[in-house]
């Protein structure tokens, strides 16, 4: 799960802890789950869900930052589940991945220096401390006696140029970050500020490498490792650094200046270069770049009714984290990731073998879409929303998992579900069909991959169990998952996704999520939910839309239609038929059962 989104989340947990204490009172008893080492069997146990989520988020796999090789390890991990169950491809080219850029990483090699000498005296600086080689720089070894030039401007056309009078061919440039004030607020002096320009124009004359500094008119000076790494792709030919202020202050006043009054020098039309005689830098760069892309693992299951199989499901789960990195208080630099992601990951591949397996194939087709990059910023799932018109039919919904492994209080959090009225009655009956309470926090668009659906129209949510102290660190490992807990929540998302797939006879959908099935009728709304699975006679309602007719008729969730129109309903066939026959405004009496006492509706149907 993202980050930004989830502070937003905290605020909320305060919340939950009270409603906690309620539900623990009403806690239902998770029902015993079957379990056992093997990863295909279509049921969804506990135990499958443990071996997935062991495998993940062992120290093999080093915390599957997207774009390393343990995060193309799980890929083909969900490849080979995938491929087992019966799932077939959906990504590129008959492929299972599906193929995304990500900025690459940019990591220090092992041979980095920089010496400077001053009048002889040779001094070693020390990389990612003192100085850090550019994200732009191209490796290699330059050596050569340094001149100052300035802001690296040379703009004769605006009357400024810092190059003036300079020589500096066969020598290193040190020059200043950014603009001189003033001048930088004008729009024109913007192009000429750029890193990018200013190792360019030190080319031009003739420099072999360019050292940067942050002028003293900017309070902060920026961390230079951050201001160093991340700004590919190379300038070939060029080397360029950026040191601490310090170490350039230690290099000027050699020569008898400060930064601060030549910076001041510097503040006029004209720029004042200045050659350093008797100093001298030699600059080795090694950067390790790492994959420039990255891959969203995609399978499907065809629907079975040819009528609406060209619409799609898309059940998703994030499989990357954040690789390993430094925590304080512990070595373990390992960030496991058991919970997230590899907890959603594990439901995927459940819920994939147990919609492919006999009996399980529903209505609508169903896309398996395990996205890499999410803590970076949704980038596999925006990647593949941007390209869903190579998806086998048209998204109409999409159910999330993110962080499913820690269920506490039997309390399931729904984030997104303001992405579509239906979501709250239909995770309520979703939930409570698996013993577990929904519970909803975060609105859309929401703290993970459904958020890039959501912000395209597309109604998603995402099921999660919720954050934790263990959130974002080492100790996100699989020896505080709760199995009992997940299969939970997996029973409570294919409750979800069997509807959505399934359902859609008759105008029960809001919104134009589901038109267009050729199956709705006179493409009237009434806004009720009905049960599908259950045994007449009559049909229940799972879920009544905020609203909507059915609820401005005073239908609520859990009523059993008995008769429309006067027309018996003994079961779920004579609904549908009775809810085609309807016309929009034309006015309807509808009889309920409401706790063994009958209920009067006049509902009068809308237009969808
Ligand atoms: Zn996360």
Redesign the pocket.
């Known amino acids: 799960?993202?980050?930004k989104a989830?502070v937003i989340y905290l605020l909320m947990v305060r919340l939950m802890a009270l409603t906690a204490l309620f539900a623990l009172l009403a806690a239902l008893p998770s029902p015993a789950e079957e379990t056992g080492d093997a990863v295909n069997d279509p049921a969804i146990t506990a135990g499958e869900i443990m071996s997935h989520i062991k495998y993940l988020s062992s120290d093999g796999l080093e915390g599957r930052e997207t774009g390393t090789a343990g995060s193309e390890a799980a890929a083909r991990y969900i490849e080979r589940i995938f491929e087992e169950s019966g799932i077939g491809p959906a990504g590129d080219g008959g492929t299972y991945f599906q193929k995304f850029p990500i900025s690459p990483k940019i990591g220090l090699g092992k041979s980095n220096y920089f010496y400077i000498s001053i009048k002889g005296k040779k001094e070693g600086l020390m990389p990612g401390v003192d100085y850090a080689p550019l994200g732009i720089t191209e490796n290699g070894l330059r050596a050569g006696e340094l001149v100052f030039a300035g802001y690296g401007i040379s703009a004769p056309e605006l009357g400024y140029d810092n190059y003036r009078g300079l020589d500096t061919r066969g020598k290193i440039v040190l020059a200043l970050r950014y603009a001189p004030p003033g001048l930088d607020r004008r729009g024109r002096y913007y192009e000429y500020s750029s890193l990018r320009y200013k190792i360019a124009t030190a080319m031009e004359k003739g420099a072999r490498a360019v050292i940067f500094t942050t002028p003293t008119t900017r309070s902060e000076e920026e961390d230079i490792t951050s201001a160093a790494l991340d700004t590919p792709p190379a300038v070939r030919g060029m080397q360029a650094i950026i040191v601490r202020r310090d170490v350039a202050e230690e290099i000027l006043e050699a020569s008898g200046n400060s930064l601060g009054d030549l910076e001041e020098a510097l503040a006029g039309e004209e720029g004042s270069p200045l050659p350093l005689a008797g100093t001298r830098a030699e600059i080795k760069t090694e950067l390790v770049r790492g994959r420039d892309s990255a891959s969203n693992v995609v399978g499907y299951i065809e629907g079975r009714d040819p009528k609406v199989r060209g619409q799609v499901i898309v059940i998703g789960a994030h499989y990357d984290?954040?690789g390993r990195r430094a925590y304080e208080g512990t070595t373990d630099d390992i960030y496991n990731?058991a919970d997230?992601?590899a907890s959603g990951v594990a439901g995927l591949l459940e819920l994939a073998e147990y919609f492919a397996s006999a009996g399980g194939r529903p209505r609508r087709s169903l896309v398996f879409a395990a996205f890499s990059g999410?803590?970076k910023g949704t980038l596999g799932s925006t990647y593949f929303v941007a390209n869903r018109g190579r998806a086998p039919g048209r998204i109409v919904a999409m159910v999330n998992l993110?962080?499913i492994g820690r269920l506490r209080w039997n309390s399931l959090a729904v984030f997104g579900w303001t992405s579509w009225p239906a979501w709250r009655p239909l995770a309520d009956a979703a939930c409570s069909s698996a013993g577990l309470e929904a519970n909803y926090g975060v609105m859309a668009p929401g703290p993970s991959d459904e958020s890039a659906f959501e912000m395209n129209g597309i109604p998603a949510v995402t099921l999660s169990t919720g954050v934790h102290g263990d959130?974002?660190t080492p100790y996100d490992e699989w020896t505080k998952i709760n199995p009992d807990g997940a299969a939970a929540v997996l029973r409570a998302a294919a409750a979800l996704v069997d509807y959505l797939a399934s359902a859609g006879e008759a105008g029960e959908f809001p919104g134009d999520a589901f038109a267009g099935d050729g199956l709705s009728g006179d493409g009237v709304y009434i806004g009720a939910l009905p049960d599908y699975s259950g045994g007449g006679p009559g049909v229940t309602l799972l879920g009544v839309v905020e609203d909507s007719p059915a609820a401005q008729a005073g239908l609520e969730t859990g009523d059993r239609v008995v008769t429309v129109s006067g027309k018996e309903i003994s079961g779920i066939e004579d609904y549908v038929r009775a809810v085609k026959g309807l016309h929009p405004g034309e006015r309807i009496q509808v009889i309920a059962e409401r706790q063994g006492r009958p209920v009067s509706a006049s509902l009068v149907p809308g237009k969808r």
């Open positions: 799960m993202r980050e989830v984290h954040l990731g997230d992601n999410e803590e993110d962080m959130y974002h």
